[in-house]
């Protein structure tokens, strides 16, 4: 896919990644005009933003006053408050540390303790109990303040059978401003989400109105540029501002196959000055779309990260696949668990989930344990199929990251038998006649 | 002579013998008959067992038969009967925490020498964005720490050796 790679080294695979100066360094040497920072590292950096701005290079993305305001969660969100959406209630550390848990108490449980800084679930803590708050608020600053060097903290109300609903958006230089419909992204483990699609089978026409036009109101205020995703949690018919998103996010291909608008392409456009080519009513929604995250890790054993080599790679067809990982490769510990995503396109939810059913079943990847047999069977699930789910479905379904090790066995055993050279041996050993009466030799 | 191939942790003892359309297997009490493998290339054959046909993809590794039959991914280990007789007769072993899962020693918690109870806390490690504490598996004292703060470790590695108490 890249007609020219530049080798970046650190201290850590990580550290390489987060190195301002050597990334800006390399885009100059290859005499890179704009710059497009990816997803997850330096994307939501407003640091490197400018730096690579300041280098002469264009920035592919929001203006680093966006990325400011929006990457500071509690600035955030005031902010959204401030202009009139919904927000959940909350208590925020710094407004006065010394009162910080007595506030905490005051917003009600259940609460979710939450980093102000960084994401991917990292720090954050669902407390029910109030007795466990101060300990919980304690692990979340270590692990917060380790992985963003920042140990601020805020609480939020926890929703009970909350679904997880993000708006994306899209703006260029000159004002305009349009959403490409809404991405349910409720199927998730640890806070990481597995499973996205688009339509949302928890939004009525009038409610899907309601949000997608609340997102462009926010980004709006914001005076938002380029691509970027406005998060919300769903409850009861109620929506409340999450966060915003100042990148593109990994589960856009969804929304591209069902507006059949290229994200990256529109990114590009934007970041070179041209104004947006369609207005929001040229925008529409064609299907259903459902994108797998092929995650290297172990569902049956509390999904721990698997490590190997890619011993054989087969994608299957009639999907769209993206990919970061070819057949010899070293999978390592390195990075995100991430290996591949498939996403399925159909007129319908179901036709769009038996395709990703078909497609997760064909793929073969083989020596590295991925959660390939989790998303078949979470895609085979009455309550995922029904639409009935959120975002602590797979943890009340915990049979769904079962393995049953028992099914097809006997084919597993006897192909193993039959590729294994000593065990052929000693059969053809054996003259038939002997083998014949049976286990008597043993 | 049985064979021993392990599935998910559990060992499954087996043997082939010959027959006119290839071989019988030998699994537990049951005979499965017959079994053949045609090769279509170097990592994809069809598997026929008791009048069925599967198309198989695999990948071998060492002891390890990596296989994809109708959707399912299973690794299965040859238990190598040499290498079962040289780890085997280890009754003096001393009690391990092992790696759960590949990754970093974040931070460590106990030292040398130190008596810990079943259930503490040995050391942080972290994966993938993960952290996971190591917990003692029984009472002892720690003898040695194997993984140093900031190194790095694969799966199954010993990360720290205990002693029993009074030994």
């Given at each position: 896919m890249a007609d020219l790679a530049i080798p970046i080294s650190g201290r850590t695979p990580v550290a390489s990644y987060l190195d301002i100066a050597q990334i800006i360094a390399a885009a100059r040497e290859a005499n890179a005009g704009a710059l497009h920072p990816g997803y997850?590292?330096?994307?939501?950096s407003a640091e490197f933003a400018r730096a690579v701005i300041e280098a002469g290079i264009t920035f592919i993305g929001p203006a680093p006053v966006a990325i400011e305001l929006m990457g500071d969660k509690i600035r955030a969100r005031n902010f959204v408050q401030r202009n009139g959406f919904p927000v959940l209630p909350c208590a925020i550390e710094e407004d006065d540390p010394t009162t910080f848990v007595a506030r905490a108490h005051a917003v009600g449980f259940p609460l979710l303790v939450k980093p102000t800084l960084g994401g991917g679930g990292k720090g954050m803590r669902i407390v029910r109990d109030p007795n466990s708050l101060e300990a919980a608020i304690e692990q979340a600053r270590s692990e917060v303040r380790r992985y963003f060097g920042d140990g601020r903290l805020y609480v939020e109300r926890y929703l009970e059978i909350p679904r997880h609903i993000e708006v994306q958006v899209l703006g260029d230089a000159f004002g305009n401003l349009v959403h490409l419909f809404e991405r349910e992204?409720?199927?998730?483990?640890r806070f990481q989400k597995i499973i996205e699609e688009t339509?949302?089978?928890?939004?009525?026409p009038e409610l899907r109105t309601r949000i997608c036009e609340a997102a462009v109101g926010i980004a709006r205020a914001a005076q938002y540029q380029n691509a970027g995703t406005v998060e919300f949690i769903l409850s009861e018919g109620d929506f409340y501002f999450l966060e915003m998103n100042t990148r593109l996010q990994v589960e856009h291909p969804v929304t591209e196959m069902v507006t059949d608008v290229d994200l990256i392409a529109e990114q590009i456009y934007a970041a070179a000055?041209?104004?947006?080519?369609?207005?929001?009513?040229d925008i529409a929604s064609n299907g259903h779309a459902i994108e797998l995250r092929l995650y290297a890790e172990a569902p049956e054993r509390g999904y721990v990260p698997t490590t190997g080599k890619v011993l054989l790679l087969e994608y299957p067809d009639g999907v769209r696949i993206d990919s970061g990982i070819m057949r010899g490769q070293d999978i390592t510990?390195?990075?995100?668990?991430?290996?591949a995503k498939i996403i399925a396109h159909a007129p319908s939810r179901i036709e769009a989930a038996l395709q990703a059913h078909r497609a997760v079943r064909e793929l073969v990847l083989l020596g590295c344990e991925t959660n390939a047999s989790l998303l078949a069977r979470v895609l085979a699930d009455e309550a995922f199929l029904s639409g009935?789910?959120?975002?602590?479905y797979l943890e009340e379904n915990p049979h769904l990251a079962?393995?049953?090790?028992?099914?097809?066995l006997s084919a597993f055993l006897a192909s193993a038998a039959l590729l294994t050279r000593p065990v052929r041996a000693s059969a053809d050993a054996v003259p038939e006649l002997h083998a014949a009466l049976g286990s008597w030799r043993n | 002579m049985y064979h021993s191939f392990e599935v998910d942790r559990v060992e499954h003892r087996l043997w082939l013998s010959t027959s006119q359309q290839g071989y019988r297997l030998h699994l537990r009490d049951q005979v499965i008959a017959p079994v053949a493998f045609t090769h279509h290339s170097e990592s994809s054959g069809i598997l026929t067992i008791a009048g069925e046909s599967e198309p198989v993809r695999f990948a071998i590794d060492g002891d390890l038969i990596h296989l994809h039959i109708r959707g399912r991914t299973r690794i299965v280990r040859y238990n190598d009967p040499l290498r079962a007789l040289t780890s085997s007769?280890?009754?003096t072993r001393p009690l391990i925490a092992r790696a759960p899962m590949p990754g970093t020693v974040v931070a460590t918690t106990v030292s040398p020498g130190q008596s810990v109870s079943a259930g503490m806390a040995l050391m942080m490690i972290e994966s993938m964005k993960l952290e996971t504490i190591i917990r003692s598996p029984?009472?002892?004292?720690?003898?040695?720490?194997?993984v140093k703060e900031g190194e790095s470790f694969e799966r199954d590695a010993v990360l720290v050796t205990l002693s029993e108490e009074g030994r």
């Open positions: 997850g590292l330096l994307s939501e992204c409720s199927v998730q483990r339509p949302s089978p928890a939004l009525s000055g041209c104004k947006l080519a369609f207005s929001q009513s510990p390195a990075f995100d668990p991430m290996l009935q789910f959120h975002t602590g079962a393995d049953n090790f028992a099914t097809g | 007769n280890d009754e029984q009472d002892g004292i720690v003898d040695r720490i194997h």
